[in-house]
């Protein structure tokens, strides 16, 4: 059976992605102990830095209890079409997961605050060592993809018997985007693909992954 014509299975980025702005980035900058994390940023985007080591050294430089950062998560707001994608999912038991170089602990806080259960999330792992110290984990790392400390290309092709569509935004998610059939990008991720000839959709907020998903199942149906 060609690929287009398989059942879809949906894989999303999260910072920048179902949310406004890289949230991660964000908490790095406002709780991190010294400025040395630009410094480990610059030397993961020129390619002298394995993403792995650029967040172990990041997030071991942050000084925040649980409470305190679980608390500024609350802030944290999903864009609605997500929501209406996942409801849109269910019925026709379309697989939806998110993949990502953030921390399950935090996605999963945030996705529940926002009223979203259910969804598997493939990201690296975080663990609260009393007081202010974090210490990340990265299960699911494969220095075959040093671009992004959770290899998410891998999680897709778990996938191979479906097509695949993925939506992202950045530097971690170019292998992600390379092994999908669809993809929808924004940002540093669609000036890679450009760079690369590479086709895709353009979104600043996921309903355009909706609409597709509509139109998709409709030119599917026989008109009687």
């Known amino acids: 059976?060609?690929?287009?014509r398989l059942r879809p299975s949906l894989f999303f980025d999260f910072d920048n992605t179902?949310?406004?702005?890289?949230v991660l980035d964000q908490l790095?900058?406002?709780?991190?102990c010294s400025e040395a994390w630009r410094d480990w940023e610059q030397a993961w985007l020129d390619g002298r830095l394995p993403a792995r080591d650029c967040l172990r050294l990041q997030i071991e430089n942050l000084r925040v209890s649980r409470d305190q950062l679980f608390a500024r998560l609350l802030r944290v707001r999903i864009d609605p079409a997500f929501a209406e994608i996942v409801e849109w999912a269910k019925p026709r038991q379309v697989p939806v997961s998110i993949v990502s170089d953030s921390f399950r602990q935090l996605i999963v806080h945030i996705l529940d605050?926002?009223?979203i259960s259910g969804v598997p999330v493939f990201a690296n792992e975080l663990r609260f060592k009393g007081g202010d110290r974090l210490h990340p984990l990265f299960p699911h790392y494969d220095p075959g993809f040093a671009r992004s400390a959770n290899a998410k290309a891998r999680h897709?092709?778990?996938c191979s018997d479906r097509k695949i569509?993925?939506?992202g935004d950045g530097r971690s998610d170019l292998d992600a985007a390379l092994a999908a059939d669809v993809v929808f990008?924004?940002?540093t991720l669609a000036r890679d693909l450009d760079a690369r000839g590479v086709a895709y959709y353009p979104f600043e907020t996921?309903?355009?992954?909706?609409?597709?998903?509509?139109?998709m199942e409709a030119a599917a149906v026989p008109v009687p």
Request: no cysteine.
């Open 1 to 4: 059976m060609p690929r287009s």
């Open 18 to 22: 179902l949310t406004e702005g890289d």
């Open 206 to 215: 996921l309903e355009p992954v909706l609409v597709y998903l509509e139109t």
């Open 156 to 158: 897709i092709g778990a």
């Open 165 to 167: 569509i993925f939506a």
């Open 185 to 187: 990008a924004k940002s």
């Open 28 to 32: 790095i900058e406002e709780y991190s």
């Open 113 to 115: 605050s926002n009223g």
